[in-house]
């Protein structure tokens, strides 16, 4: 039950950091489960990929087919809505964190 409710929560902070690289630069998916990983989340390519799918279908990231070593790789980056988006939450953010930190 505990690790259910963190997954739900943690899920939030996932695409968080999702549109903060998006809006730094394009990102490949593999790329992104290693940073998550180096953030302490264990996100299977079976997680992230419906994440950034729906994400995508929300206009939060939009996606470009480039060829790496002859094989095609989805790039995602951050749309107009989802750098709204995310200006939004970092505002929320930084004010919920200010006062849940004691």
């Not at 943690?10 to 903060?20: A, N, S, T």
């Not at 990231?61 to 995602?76: A, M, N, S, T």
């Not at 939450?89 to 004010?95: F, G």
Request: net charge positive.
């Amino acid at each position: 039950m505990k690790d259910r409710i963190l997954r739900k929560f943690f899920l939030g902070f996932i695409q968080v950091h999702i549109l903060h690289h998006a809006k730094k630069e394009p990102f490949f998916g593999s790329w992104m489960i290693e940073e998550l990983k180096r953030h302490g989340y264990s996100v299977s390519a079976g997680t992230l990929y419906p994440i950034l799918h729906n994400m995508e279908s929300c206009g939060l990231l939009k996606k470009e087919d480039r060829i790496v070593e002859g094989k095609v790789r989805k790039y995602y980056s951050i749309t107009e809505k989802g750098d709204e988006i995310l200006n939004e939450v970092r505002k929320k953010a930084y004010e919920l964190f200010n006062e849940i930190k004691d």
